[in-house]
T-cell receptor, first 114, second 111 residues
Framework: DAGVIQSPRHEVTEMGQEVTLRCKPI?????LFWYRQTMMRGLELLIY????????DSGMPEDRFSAKMPNASFSTLKIQPSEPRDSAVYFC????????????FGNGTRLTVT | QQPVQSPQAVILREGEDAVINCSSS?????VHWYRQKHGEAPVFLMI?????EQKGHDKISASFNEKKQQSSLYLTASQLSYSGTYFC????????????FGSGTKLNVKP
C-alpha cells in the first residue's frame, strides 16, 4: 500500500501564476478530501469527493480555486491566479467513508506564492 | 462546526501525563484523533463512535462522553516520541463524512 501520493512536495510560484496540485488516493477509497493548513487557520476542509463526484465545496475560499476528480485514482486542486495569501500546506486525504474510517493523509504540498 | 480543542499547548517531562480535550456544541457522529509531527502529515490514532466509549492502545487512550459532545485524549507516562501536535477531527450527525478539525494541541515532551 503506497498510501496517498501528492505532488509536487514543494511549489514556489509568483503571484498571478496558475498552480496545480495533484493527488492519488489509496486504491479502493471512495472519499477524497482536500485540506489547507496554515498557522492562523489550522486545518481547513476545502472540498471533498465521493466516488469522483464533488459533494461539498463550501470550504473553497474563492472562485480562483477549483478541484476535479476525473477518475478514482486522480484528483487536482487548481489555483488560478495565485496570490501570496494562498501560501500554505495543502493536504489530500482519502478514506473508505461512512464516518467510521480514518483519513489517510498524503505528505502534503507546501505552496509558496511570492 | 469546528470543534473546540484545549489546551493549545502542553509541556511535559518524560513520564508525565497529559489530557487533551475536544468539544462540540452539538452531538457528534464520530471523533477522530490524529498526531502530526513537524513537517509531516497527520497520522491517525483512533476513532470513537459510541457515547460512553473508551478506547486505547498502549499508553494512549481516549473517551467519548454519553452525549457525544466531548472527547478527551489521554497520554500517560509520556515518551519523547509523543511530541507533536494533536488534532481532533469531528463529523456531525447530519453529515458524517465531512470532517472538521480542532485548532490542535502542541505537545512537547522533554527529557
Amino acid at each position: 500500500d503506497a498510501g496517498v501520493i501528492q505532488s509536487p512536495r514543494h511549489e514556489v510560484t509568483e503571484m498571478g501564476q496558475e498552480v496545480t496540485l495533484r493527488c492519488k488516493p489509496i486504491s479502493g477509497h471512495d472519499y477524497l478530501f482536500w485540506y489547507r493548513q496554515t498557522m492562523m487557520r489550522g486545518l481547513e476542509l476545502l472540498i471533498y469527493f465521493n466516488n469522483n463526484v464533488p459533494i461539498d465545496d463550501s470550504g473553497m475560499p474563492e472562485d480562483r480555486f477549483s478541484a476535479k476528480m476525473p477518475n478514482a485514482s486522480f484528483s487536482t486542486l487548481k489555483i488560478q491566479p495565485s496570490e501570496p495569501r494562498d501560501s500554505a500546506v495543502y493536504f489530500c486525504a482519502s478514506s473508505l467513508g461512512q464516518g467510521s474510517s480514518p483519513l489517510h493523509f498524503g505528505n502534503g504540498t507546501r505552496l509558496t506564492v511570492t | 462546526q469546528q470543534p473546540v480543542q484545549s489546551p493549545q499547548a502542553v509541556i511535559l517531562r518524560e513520564g508525565e501525563d497529559a489530557v487533551i480535550n475536544c468539544s462540540s456544541s452539538k452531538a457528534l457522529y464520530s471523533v477522530h484523533w490524529y498526531r502530526q509531527k513537524h513537517g509531516e502529515a497527520p497520522v491517525f490514532l483512533m476513532i470513537l463512535l459510541k457515547g460512553g466509549e473508551q478506547k486505547g492502545h498502549d499508553k494512549i487512550s481516549a473517551s467519548f462522553n454519553e452525549k457525544k459532545q466531548q472527547s478527551s485524549l489521554y497520554l500517560t507516562a509520556s515518551q519523547l516520541s509523543y511530541s507533536g501536535t494533536y488534532f481532533c477531527g469531528t463529523a456531525s450527525m447530519g453529515n458524517f463524512n465531512k470532517f472538521y478539525f480542532g485548532s490542535g494541541t502542541k505537545l512537547n515532551v522533554k527529557p
